[in-house]
T-cell receptor, first 115, second 114 residues
Framework: AQKVTQAQTEISVVEKEDVTLDCVYE???????LFWYKQPPSGELVFLIR??????QNEISGRYSWNFQKSTSSFNFTITASQVVDSAVYFC????????????FGKGTRLHILP | DTAVSQTPKYLVTQMGNDKSIKCEQN?????MYWYKQDSKKFLKIMFS???????INETVPNRFSPKSPDKAHLNLHINSLELGDSAVYFC?????????????FGEGSWLTVV
């Protein structure tokens, strides 16, 4: 069984603050993949990052950074110096090795950046 | 150019009607999907096709029938629409079958059944 938990249903921060979105996953497989997607108010789903289970290096892309910790089964996402355009629902997702195409999504965290 | 495009974007229809949503991807991907997002934003896979072959059918009612005329197209036909079918339906594609492939989504089709 696999499961993705995003415990934060909704977060509000003031613009320019840093914010971290939590993601905890469960899997029995040793090879798996983690993803983050963004869904802005316009509704489309935008791919942000993919990470495989063997690569524990943290990643930074501009104001976005991701902290992958296998020991705690977490793949957290931090936005530094948040902007109003970061307001969206963010989904963490997991898929396991093999021919099973399923990506299992968490329930999402709705992020409000207040001006 | 839109990588994964689906039409219509908005669809309002009455219960009992039959409707279709079309999807096309120009990424050259082998695998295509339909996902459903309910009112609580929960995203769940419905179907996946690899090179026109059905791979995943995720316990979806028989009223939903996907059709893939070629690997660049995956259409979704829904018969006898019910109120509970109201949702956003996302088409998506990935390079190939198998986990670890990044899935790229279309812009969604908002279906409202009245």
């Amino acid at each position: 069984a696999q499961k993705v938990t995003q415990a934060q249903t909704e977060i509000s921060v003031v613009e320019k603050e840093d914010v971290t979105l939590d993601c905890v996953y469960e899997t029995r497989d040793t090879t798996y993949y983690l993803f983050w997607y963004k869904q802005p108010p316009s509704g489309e789903l935008v791919f942000l990052i993919r990470r495989n289970s063997f690569d524990e290096q943290n990643e930074i892309s501009g104001r976005y950074s991701w902290n992958f910790q296998k020991s705690t089964s977490s793949f957290n996402f931090t936005i530094t110096a948040s902007q109003v355009v970061d307001s969206a629902v963010y989904f963490c997702a997991l898929s396991e090795r093999g021919l099973d195409d399923k990506i299992i999504f968490g329930k999402g965290t709705r992020l409000h950046i207040l001006p | 150019d839109t990588a994964v495009s689906q039409t219509p974007k908005y669809l309002v229809t009455q219960m009992g009607n039959d409707k279709s949503i079309k999807c096309e991807q120009n990424l050259g991907h082998d695998t295509m999907y339909w996902y459903k997002q309910d009112s609580k934003k929960f995203l769940k896979i419905m179907f996946s096709y690899n090179n026109k072959e059905l791979i995943i059918n995720e316990t979806v009612p028989n009223r939903f029938s996907p059709k893939s005329p070629d690997k660049a197209h995956l259409n979704l036909h829904i018969n006898s629409l019910e109120l509970g079918d109201s949702a956003v339906y996302f088409c998506a594609s990935s390079q190939e079958q198998g986990s670890g492939n990044t899935i790229y989504f279309g812009e969604g089709s908002w279906l409202t059944v009245v």
